[in-house]
C-alpha cells in the first residue's frame, strides 16, 4: 500500500479510537414516557450496535457490519413495552436488510433506516432522547483534520435520525459543508486522485442536500449517500 494511502487509512483507525476513548456518546432517553431501567438498557445497547455497524460500514468494512447486524437479528427479541412492538420489528428488518445487502449502497440506506427505526420509536413512545455531543473538533488542513470533522459531522447526522434532533441534524450538515474533503492533502500523482477528488465533491453537494432535507426519508437518502462516499473512499485508499 503506498505512503499517502497507509497514512490516511491509520489516521481513520486512529480517530475511531481516538473518539471511543474520550467522545463517546451516550443517549439518555428522559421525558414523559422514557424508558427505565432494563428497557433503558437495551435502548442504550441498540445505540451502540447500530453505531458500531455504521462505524464498521464508513471504514469500508461491510462485511464486519453484516456481521454485528447479524447478532443483532439472531439476539432474542427484548421484551419491551407493547407500545413499542412495531418499531422493534422495523429495527430488526433494518439490521436484516444490512445483514443481507449485496452491495455497498444497499447496506448503507439499511444503516440509515436502522438510525431512523429508533427515532420513530422515540417519537411515537414520547421519549425525548438528549445528547451532549463533543465541540467540533478544530480546522486542521491536514488528513488527520478532516476525517475528523468528517466524523463529527457524521455522529451528529446520526443523532438527528435517532433523536430524532433537527437541532443535531443542522450542526452535522452544517459541519460537513464546512469540512468538504480537499483531495489535495494526498498527492495528486495518486492513481485514484480523480476519483477521490469526484468523491470529495460529493460529499459537498450531499451537506447541501441535507440542509435542505426536512423529512425522515430524505435523511435516510443523505445519510446513506454519505455513509456509502465514506466507504468507497476508503476503499479506494486501501486498494
Known sequence: MPTHARTFLVAIVALFALRAETCAERAEPRGEGAAAGATA????????????????????????ARRRARSLVERKPEALPAQAAGYVAEFRAAAQAVWEAPDRGTLARAVGRLAASCGACHRGSNVHVEFEPPAPPPADPGVAGHMWRHLWAADRLWEGLVGPSDEAWTRGTAALADAALRPEVLSPDIPVYPRIEALAHRVHALAEEGSTAGDTRARID???????????CHGLLAE
Not at 443523505?222 to 468507497?232: I, K, M, P, Q, S
Request: overall charge negative; aromatic content about 6%; charged content about 30%.
Open 222 to 232: 443523505v445519510y446513506a449517500g454519505l455513509l456509502a462516499t465514506c466507504a468507497r
Open 41 to 64: 438498557e437495551q435502548m442504550a445497547d441498540h445505540f451502540d450496535e447500530g453505531l458500531a455497524i455504521r462505524d464498521a460500514l464508513i471504514e469500508g468494512d461491510l462485511d464486519a
